[in-house]
């Protein structure tokens, strides 16, 4: 199976800060790579698909990124709706396989 | 814009089957992929498995010898059955959908919120 590592996993933040996360994943998956966003109680919620579109109707302060087998999902400027925990996961071979989760929680 | 529901009982015996329902509103089945996904108390996200709506199904190793997934069109319907549960399987479990040229480009744009189900006896 792909391993997904995600890091951090968690941090805390300030709204109007820039949060980065990263995912990394064992093996190449050419940019097959999505990233979603889970309220607890909620339907998670997919942000990011291609490792950099955004999702039709997902704010542009989301942004994703590659470079070789490292992603990183970007959010600039967090808003209070952003405070969430968020996944990325392979679709390059199956399984398909989620990193552990980033927790983004007020400071 | 699709609504994914899924239902089934709370709690299962240990050694019985596990089954749930997701119920599609909103939208057709034909041309997405639907997976189950599963995330246990305190844990990540695991696939289970999806099934493509000509009735191909792909699902993962670690359960493959105890899952089905299957479609019903006439109730727009996506089904999942777990055999013999035990406490490992305890866990909330997502009904999603998948949509994609191909499995590999493949991403989760819809979800249902969830259904919690407890192995206990």
């Known amino acids: 199976d792909i391993q997904m590592t995600q890091s951090p996993s968690s941090l805390s933040a300030s709204i109007g800060d820039r949060v980065t996360i990263t995912c990394r994943a064992s093996q190449n998956i050419n940019t097959y790579l999505n990233w979603y966003q889970h309220k607890r109680g909620k339907a998670p919620k997919l942000l990011i698909f291609?490792?950099?579109t955004l999702q039709d109707g997902v704010p542009s302060r989301f942004s994703g990124s590659a470079s070789g087998t490292v992603f990183t999902l970007t959010i600039n400027s967090l808003q209070p709706d952003d405070f969430a925990t968020y996944y990325c996961q392979q679709s390059y071979d199956r399984p398909w396989t989620f990193g552990q989760g980033t927790n983004v929680d007020i400071k | 814009q699709v609504q994914l529901q899924e239902s089934g009982p709370g709690m299962v015996k240990p050694s019985e089957t596990l089954s749930l329902t997701c119920t599609i509103s909103g939208g057709s089945i034909n041309g997405y992929y639907w997976s189950w996904i599963r995330q246990p108390p305190g844990k990540g996200l695991e696939w289970i498995g999806y099934?493509?709506?000509?009735?191909?199904?792909n699902y993962n190793p670690s359960l493959e010898s105890r899952v089905t997934i299957s479609l019903d069109t006439s109730q727009n319907q996506v089904s999942l059955t777990l055999d013999s549960v035990t406490a490992a399987d305890s866990a909330l479990y997502f009904c999603t959908r998948g949509v994609g040229h191909a499995w590999f480009e493949s991403r989760l744009d819809s979800w249902g919120q969830g259904t919690l189900v407890t192995v206990s006896s």
């Open positions: 099934i493509y709506y000509s009735g191909t199904t």
């Open positions: 291609s490792a950099s």
